[in-house]
């Protein structure tokens, strides 16, 4: 086994560098993986409603605001308009490919959610919600619950 002072160093670094491009191609495919969250093509913020309190419509807004230049979809529990776009009552009902999925629901609609983000090839889940290991007993399990097991794939990612 490799220390990790050793792992760390910049001349180890620099070997893995020079001995076949390793460590340039791990770090490629860390760069790729990575990609969708940090440069989404497109976003869905998920736990949206017009009610100016909601906080899946104020990430919205500050994603126009701010000047995010990808599409946004947005969907709740009740379908209907946000700013002129279409709030989808699912996941599954997004037309095209979405990068990320900002979750912004109570815990117990977490794995349903994760799992219509599986079942379109969503890789990463931003999930802020309440409920898991603070509401007892039945949240701590549901916390303890690998991503996968939702239904999101062995790829899937959640923050």
């Known amino acids: 086994m490799v220390e990790r002072s050793k792992i760390d160093s910049c001349q180890s670094r620099q070997r893995c560098i020079i001995s076949g491009n390793a460590f340039v191609r791990v770090l ?8 969708p969250l940090f440069t989404p093509r497109s976003v869905a913020v998920v736990g949206v409603s017009a009610s100016k309190d909601n906080l899946g419509r104020n990430i919205f807004k500050n994603l126009v605001n701010f000047g995010y230049q990808g599409k946004i979809y947005t969907v709740g529990f009740r379908s209907g308009e946000l700013e002129g776009l279409s709030i989808y009552s699912s996941v599954t009902e997004i037309p095209d490919a979405v990068d990320p ?15 219509q983000c599986g079942s379109r090839g969503v890789c990463w889940s931003v999930i802020q919600t309440a ?29």
Do not use: Y
């Open 131 to 159: 409920g898991f290991r603070e509401s007892g007993p039945g949240g701590i399990e549901l916390e303890k619950r690998p991503v996968w097991d939702f239904g999101g794939g062995e790829d899937a990612k959640a923050l």
């Open 101 to 115: 999925a900002v979750i912004l629901t109570p815990a117990q609609f977490v794995p349903e959610i994760v799992a």
């Open 28 to 35: 490629s495919q860390i760069e790729r993986a990575m990609d």
